[in-house]
Protein backbone atom coordinates (compact mmCIF):
# COMPACT_ATOMS: atom_id res chain seq x y z
CA UNK A 1 0.00 0.00 0.00
CA UNK A 2 1.70 3.43 -0.86
CA UNK A 3 2.09 5.88 1.72
CA UNK A 4 1.49 9.68 1.24
CA UNK A 5 3.52 11.37 -1.35
CA UNK A 6 4.31 14.82 -1.57
CA UNK A 7 5.64 16.84 -4.63
CA UNK A 8 7.65 18.33 -5.42
CA UNK A 9 10.77 16.77 -2.70
CA UNK A 10 12.56 20.42 -3.16
CA UNK A 11 11.65 23.97 -4.44
CA UNK A 12 13.83 27.01 -4.58
CA UNK A 13 11.74 30.58 -4.47
CA UNK A 14 12.56 33.60 -3.74
CA UNK A 15 11.16 36.84 -1.64
CA UNK A 16 7.44 37.63 -2.64
CA UNK A 17 7.16 34.52 -4.91
CA UNK A 18 4.11 31.87 -4.41
CA UNK A 19 4.40 28.45 -3.93
CA UNK A 20 2.16 25.50 -4.11
CA UNK A 21 2.30 22.32 -2.36
CA UNK A 22 1.20 19.38 -3.27
CA UNK A 23 -0.04 15.90 -0.95
CA UNK A 24 -1.76 12.77 -1.89
CA UNK A 25 -3.04 10.54 1.42
CA UNK A 26 -3.14 7.25 1.75
CA UNK A 27 -5.90 5.32 0.30
CA UNK A 28 -9.25 5.46 1.90
CA UNK A 29 -7.57 8.22 4.64
CA UNK A 30 -10.00 11.07 4.49
CA UNK A 31 -8.01 13.46 6.69
CA UNK A 32 -4.87 15.69 5.22
CA UNK A 33 -2.84 17.51 8.10
CA UNK A 34 -0.23 20.09 7.06
CA UNK A 35 2.76 21.20 9.74
CA UNK A 36 6.09 23.06 8.99
CA UNK A 37 9.28 22.02 10.32
CA UNK A 38 11.44 25.26 10.34
CA UNK A 39 15.23 25.24 11.51
CA UNK A 40 14.80 25.95 15.75
CA UNK A 41 10.98 26.53 15.69
CA UNK A 42 10.14 22.70 15.74
CA UNK A 43 7.10 20.69 14.01
CA UNK A 44 4.20 23.51 14.25
CA UNK A 45 0.50 22.71 12.98
CA UNK A 46 -0.02 24.39 10.06
CA UNK A 47 -3.82 23.33 8.33
CA UNK A 48 -6.57 19.85 9.02
CA UNK A 49 -8.89 19.34 5.93
CA UNK A 50 -11.26 16.72 6.49
CA UNK A 51 -13.98 15.79 3.74
CA UNK A 52 -13.16 18.52 1.64
CA UNK A 53 -13.36 21.19 4.39
CA UNK A 54 -10.88 23.15 6.20
CA UNK A 55 -11.26 21.96 9.97
CA UNK A 56 -8.86 24.12 11.96
CA UNK A 57 -5.52 26.21 11.74
CA UNK A 58 -2.43 26.80 13.34
CA UNK A 59 -0.95 30.14 14.28
CA UNK A 60 0.19 30.99 10.90
CA UNK A 61 -0.92 34.22 8.74
CA UNK A 62 -3.39 34.13 5.75
CA UNK A 63 -1.04 33.64 3.35
CA UNK A 64 -0.63 30.21 4.14
CA UNK A 65 -4.13 28.57 2.91
CA UNK A 66 -4.61 25.58 0.89
CA UNK A 67 -7.42 23.13 -0.02
CA UNK A 68 -8.97 19.30 -0.35
CA UNK A 69 -10.23 18.48 -3.31
CA UNK A 70 -13.01 15.37 -3.71
CA UNK A 71 -10.21 12.64 -4.35
CA UNK A 72 -8.70 13.90 -0.62
CA UNK A 73 -5.50 15.22 -1.98
CA UNK A 74 -4.18 18.59 -0.83
CA UNK A 75 -2.47 21.16 -1.93
CA UNK A 76 -0.84 23.98 0.61
CA UNK A 77 -0.55 27.81 -0.99
CA UNK A 78 2.00 30.21 0.65
CA UNK A 79 1.66 33.37 -0.99
CA UNK A 80 4.28 36.89 -0.42
CA UNK A 81 6.87 34.10 0.76
CA UNK A 82 9.57 34.96 3.38
CA UNK A 83 12.77 33.85 4.68
CA UNK A 84 11.27 32.39 7.41
CA UNK A 85 8.98 30.20 5.67
CA UNK A 86 12.20 28.02 4.60
CA UNK A 87 11.23 25.11 6.08
CA UNK A 88 10.17 21.21 5.53
CA UNK A 89 6.88 21.07 4.40
CA UNK A 90 4.95 17.35 6.07
CA UNK A 91 1.68 16.54 4.90
CA UNK A 92 0.18 13.79 6.45
CA UNK A 93 -3.27 11.69 6.61
CA UNK A 94 -5.28 9.72 8.76
CA UNK A 95 -8.05 7.53 8.40
CA UNK A 96 -11.14 9.70 10.23
CA UNK A 97 -10.73 12.96 11.94
CA UNK A 98 -10.52 10.76 15.85
CA UNK A 99 -7.96 11.90 17.24
CA UNK A 100 -6.98 8.77 18.04
CA UNK A 101 -6.12 7.75 14.67
CA UNK A 102 -2.41 8.06 13.93
CA UNK A 103 -1.25 10.20 11.45
CA UNK A 104 0.76 9.29 8.75
CA UNK A 105 3.26 11.32 7.53
CA UNK A 106 4.96 12.09 4.09
CA UNK A 107 8.74 12.68 3.55
CA UNK A 108 8.16 16.24 3.13
CA UNK A 109 8.43 19.54 0.84
CA UNK A 110 11.86 20.95 1.27
CA UNK A 111 11.21 24.78 0.52
CA UNK A 112 14.20 27.09 0.44
CA UNK A 113 13.15 30.76 0.10
CA UNK A 114 16.56 33.25 -1.06
CA UNK B 1 -3.33 25.47 25.63
CA UNK B 2 -1.33 22.36 25.89
CA UNK B 3 2.50 21.64 25.89
CA UNK B 4 5.05 19.11 25.30
CA UNK B 5 8.59 19.35 26.67
CA UNK B 6 11.16 17.24 25.30
CA UNK B 7 14.14 16.95 28.24
CA UNK B 8 17.52 16.83 26.40
CA UNK B 9 17.71 17.87 22.51
CA UNK B 10 20.57 15.89 22.20
CA UNK B 11 21.08 12.00 24.10
CA UNK B 12 24.38 10.00 22.64
CA UNK B 13 24.33 6.91 23.80
CA UNK B 14 26.51 3.51 23.82
CA UNK B 15 25.60 0.73 20.80
CA UNK B 16 23.80 -1.63 23.45
CA UNK B 17 23.19 0.68 26.20
CA UNK B 18 19.43 1.59 27.69
CA UNK B 19 17.90 4.76 25.53
CA UNK B 20 15.56 7.04 27.65
CA UNK B 21 13.71 9.72 25.92
CA UNK B 22 12.08 11.84 28.28
CA UNK B 23 8.65 13.41 27.23
CA UNK B 24 6.30 15.40 29.86
CA UNK B 25 2.65 16.80 28.94
CA UNK B 26 0.29 19.37 29.75
CA UNK B 27 -3.05 18.94 29.56
CA UNK B 28 -6.59 18.70 31.72
CA UNK B 29 -7.32 16.21 30.72
CA UNK B 30 -4.76 12.85 29.73
CA UNK B 31 -4.74 13.93 25.98
CA UNK B 32 -3.46 10.22 23.33
CA UNK B 33 0.23 10.39 23.29
CA UNK B 34 2.66 9.23 20.65
CA UNK B 35 6.05 8.77 19.94
CA UNK B 36 7.74 9.73 16.05
CA UNK B 37 11.41 9.14 14.38
CA UNK B 38 12.07 10.72 11.84
CA UNK B 39 15.57 9.71 9.77
CA UNK B 40 17.48 12.18 8.41
CA UNK B 41 15.61 13.85 4.78
CA UNK B 42 12.55 11.63 5.80
CA UNK B 43 8.97 12.04 7.28
CA UNK B 44 7.84 10.76 10.76
CA UNK B 45 7.40 7.32 11.51
CA UNK B 46 5.29 6.77 14.47
CA UNK B 47 7.19 4.42 16.95
CA UNK B 48 4.03 3.86 19.33
CA UNK B 49 1.15 5.82 20.28
CA UNK B 50 -1.40 5.54 23.78
CA UNK B 51 -4.84 5.85 23.55
CA UNK B 52 -6.45 4.17 26.92
CA UNK B 53 -5.89 0.68 28.76
CA UNK B 54 -2.67 -0.57 29.60
CA UNK B 55 -0.04 2.07 30.55
CA UNK B 56 3.20 0.42 29.31
CA UNK B 57 2.80 0.51 25.37
CA UNK B 58 5.28 -1.43 23.16
CA UNK B 59 6.05 -0.13 19.58
CA UNK B 60 8.22 -0.66 16.97
CA UNK B 61 11.98 -1.79 16.58
CA UNK B 62 12.07 -3.08 20.48
CA UNK B 63 10.90 0.54 21.89
CA UNK B 64 8.59 0.91 24.81
CA UNK B 65 6.89 3.75 26.43
CA UNK B 66 4.55 4.05 29.77
CA UNK B 67 1.81 6.50 30.38
CA UNK B 68 2.25 8.05 34.00
CA UNK B 69 -0.81 10.12 34.71
CA UNK B 70 0.46 11.54 38.22
CA UNK B 71 3.70 12.65 36.44
CA UNK B 72 2.15 13.91 33.37
CA UNK B 73 4.94 11.79 30.94
CA UNK B 74 5.39 9.26 28.60
CA UNK B 75 9.11 8.51 28.14
CA UNK B 76 9.98 6.14 25.23
CA UNK B 77 12.84 3.32 26.65
CA UNK B 78 14.48 0.84 24.51
CA UNK B 79 16.51 -1.28 26.39
CA UNK B 80 19.77 -1.46 23.97
CA UNK B 81 20.69 0.82 21.62
CA UNK B 82 21.82 0.35 18.18
CA UNK B 83 23.74 2.15 15.21
CA UNK B 84 19.74 2.06 13.64
CA UNK B 85 18.26 4.34 16.08
CA UNK B 86 20.26 6.90 15.37
CA UNK B 87 17.33 9.92 14.18
CA UNK B 88 15.55 12.50 15.85
CA UNK B 89 12.32 11.32 18.26
CA UNK B 90 9.49 13.41 18.62
CA UNK B 91 6.42 13.37 21.02
CA UNK B 92 3.36 14.10 20.41
CA UNK B 93 -0.01 14.72 21.84
CA UNK B 94 -4.00 15.03 20.27
CA UNK B 95 -5.83 17.17 22.94
CA UNK B 96 -9.35 15.18 23.30
CA UNK B 97 -11.14 18.47 24.32
CA UNK B 98 -9.37 20.63 21.37
CA UNK B 99 -11.31 22.19 18.31
CA UNK B 100 -9.54 19.96 15.76
CA UNK B 101 -7.67 17.23 15.41
CA UNK B 102 -4.24 18.43 15.48
CA UNK B 103 -0.99 17.36 16.89
CA UNK B 104 0.96 19.20 19.24
CA UNK B 105 4.63 18.41 19.21
CA UNK B 106 7.95 18.47 21.68
CA UNK B 107 11.13 20.09 20.46
CA UNK B 108 12.50 16.88 19.59
CA UNK B 109 15.78 14.63 20.96
CA UNK B 110 18.52 13.69 18.13
CA UNK B 111 19.78 10.34 19.31
CA UNK B 112 23.50 9.74 18.86
CA UNK B 113 24.68 5.89 19.47
CA UNK B 114 28.39 5.50 19.74
CA UNK B 115 29.65 2.35 18.66
Known amino acids: EAGVTQSPTHLIKTRGQQVTLRCSPI?????VYWYQQALGLGLQFLLW???????NRGNFPPRFSGRQFPNYSSELNVNALELEDSALYLC?????????????FGPGTRLTVL | AQSVTQLGSHVSVSEGALVLLRCNYS??????LFWYVQYPNQGLQLLLK??????LVKGINGFEAEFKKSETSFHLTKPSAHMSDAAEYFC?????????????FGGGTRVLVKP
Open chain 2, 92 to 104: AVSDLKAAGNKLT
Open chain 1, 92 to 104: ASSFSRSSYNEQF
Open chain 1, 27 to 31: SGHTS
Open chain 2, 27 to 32: SSVPPY
Open chain 1, 49 to 55: YDEGEER
Open chain 2, 50 to 55: YTTGAT
